[in-house]
């Protein structure tokens, strides 16, 4: 009995050594933690930015308007711009393509047409085309579309007023509608005079015409 005893006794203080270690080993462990990772995001953009940015996109727009003012160039924005140059370049280059045009075996149907691509170029004041192509076209006469497309890349003009400007365009030539106002046919088309209406006179009346 007393044999026992005594190996309880032994039993539980080796168990409670053995939990005083793994306390002690517990404390001394360095305590690790995840560094929190820190993620930089941009600032999110404010009214008062973007009031700035709008501010300082219209000065420079103002700026590059005095600047084209004191050179005597026309601002690119204006409306003399556009009345110039925009609404001009259609009618010019229909009426270059309009002396391919003469009627006969190529005369074609009211309603064909061909729609070309092309950029727009000012440069020191003269004015021309870059890269003419046919992107579309319901006419089967391959030499008339060839020579449509080699007097537009051909046309050029001067106007010491334009500023340098590139821009992309396009044009729809329609030479049954369009563009049969420029061709040589109906410029020089003379029709029949007017007949002269007769004076009339009844008797005691002056002549009435």
Same mark, same amino acid.
Request: with cysteine; hydrophobic share 40%; aromatic share 6%.
């Given at each position: 009995?007393?044999?026992?005893?005594?190996?309880?006794?032994?039993?539980?203080?080796?168990?409670?050594?053995?939990?005083?270690?793994?306390?002690?080993?517990?404390?001394?462990?360095?305590?690790?933690?995840? +560094?929190?990772?820190?993620?930089?995001?941009?600032?999110?953009?404010?009214?008062?930015? +973007?009031?700035?940015?709008r501010?300082?996109?219209?000065?420079?727009?103002?700026?590059?308007?005095?600047?084209?003012?004191?050179?005597?160039?026309?601002?690119?924005?204006?409306?003399?711009?556009?009345?110039?140059?925009?609404?001009?370049?259609?009618?010019?280059?229909?009426?270059?393509? +309009?002396?391919c045009?003469?009627?006969?075996?190529?005369?074609?149907?009211?309603?064909?047409?061909?729609k070309?691509?092309?950029?727009? @170029?000012?440069?020191?004041?003269?004015?021309?085309?870059?890269?003419? @192509?046919?992107?579309?076209?319901s006419?089967?006469?391959?030499e008339?579309?060839?020579?449509?497309? @080699?007097?537009?890349?051909?046309?050029?003009?001067?106007?010491?007023?334009?500023?340098?400007?590139?821009?992309?365009?396009?044009?729809?030539?329609?030479?049954? @509608?369009?563009?049969?106002?420029?061709?040589?046919?109906?410029?020089?088309?003379?029709?029949?005079?007017?007949?002269?209406?007769?004076?009339?006179?009844?008797?005691?009346?002056?002549?009435?015409?």
């Amino acid at each position: 009995m007393g044999k026992w005893l005594v190996a309880g006794g032994l039993a539980i203080v080796g168990l409670l050594a053995f939990l005083l270690i793994q306390l002690n080993s517990e404390a001394a462990a360095p305590n690790v933690e995840a +560094a929190p990772t820190a993620i930089a995001q941009a600032p999110a953009a404010t009214p008062a930015t +973007a009031t700035l940015t709008r501010e300082k996109m219209k000065a420079d727009m103002a700026k590059l308007a005095e600047v084209q003012k004191q050179s005597g160039k026309l601002d690119p924005a204006s409306d003399e711009f556009f009345k110039r140059y925009d609404d001009a370049v259609p009618h010019i280059l229909t009426r270059s393509a +309009a002396k391919c045009y003469t009627g006969g075996l190529h005369r074609v149907h009211r309603n064909q047409s061909v729609k070309l691509n092309f950029t727009n @170029r000012i440069v020191n004041g003269d004015a021309f085309v870059e890269n003419v @192509r046919v992107v579309e076209t319901s006419i089967n006469d391959p030499e008339l579309v060839a020579c449509f497309v @080699r007097e537009v890349q051909n046309t050029r003009w001067h106007d010491d007023e334009l500023p340098d400007y590139t821009a992309p365009d396009e044009l729809v030539i329609s030479p049954e @509608r369009g563009m049969k106002k420029f061709t040589k046919e109906n410029i020089e088309y003379v029709g029949e005079e007017a007949p002269v209406k007769a004076p009339t006179q009844e008797p005691g009346e002056d002549v009435h015409w």
